[in-house]
C-alpha cells in the first residue's frame, strides 16, 4: 500500500495558479491508488485485479470478483453463473472489506481442499477464512464470509 503524505495539486490557469488539497486524505490515497492500478492497466503492465472466493461444503463453489480500475467497472461470476455487474461504489466498499484483514504468505495454502472458505486477494495464494487464520477477528471475518456468499 502506498502511503502519500503531502498531496496538493497546483493548478495554473490565466489568473495565476492555486494550490489545492484533500480534506480528506483517506479518500485521495485511495483515488491515487486506483489511478496507479488504472495506468498499469492501461500500459498492459498488469492485469485487472481478480479476487477469488472458494467455499467448500457439500459441494464447492468458486467466485471470482474483478475489478478494473480502468474501465471502473466491477464484475462478479461463479462457475455456474455468468458475469453479473456491481456498482463500482459498492465494489470498492466489498474491496476495503476484504483487504480489512492481514493476508500473511506465511498463512497461505497453496491450493484448499477440505471444508471451507477461501480467498485469494490477487496475490496466486488462498487464505483459509477460518476462525484460525486471523486471530481476534473472527467475529469479522465471520461476516465477511456471509457478505461475500450474499454477493453471489
Do not use: C
Amino acid at each position: 500500500m502506498i502511503r502519500i503524505r503531502n498531496l496538493f495539486l497546483r493548478i495554473k490557469h490565466s489568473q495565476g495558479s492555486e494550490m489545492l488539497w484533500p480534506a480528506d486524505k483517506r479518500q485521495w490515497e485511495t483515488f491515487a491508488q486506483e489511478l496507479i492500478q488504472a495506468i498499469f492497466e492501461l500500459g498492459k503492465k498488469e492485469a485487472p485485479l481478480k479476487i477469488q472466493f472458494l467455499n467448500i461444503e457439500n459441494i464447492q463453489r468458486a467466485y471470482v470478483i474483478e475489478y478494473r480500475f480502468a474501465e471502473r467497472t466491477v464484475g462478479i461470476s461463479a462457475s455456474e453463473k455468468p458475469q453479473k455487474p456491481m456498482d463500482w461504489y459498492e465494489g470498492q466498499r466489498l474491496l476495503k472489506y476484504i483487504f480489512l484483514f492481514d493476508y500473511l504468505p506465511e498463512d497461505a495454502i497453496d491450493k484448499p481442499k477440505k471444508q471451507g472458505n477461501y480467498i485469494s486477494p490477487g496475490d496466486g495464494l488462498w487464505y483459509d477464512l477460518s476462525n484460525e487464520s486471523q486471530k481476534g477477528d473472527s467475529e469479522k471475518l465471520q461476516r465477511l464470509v456471509e457478505t461475500l456468499k450474499g454477493y453471489l
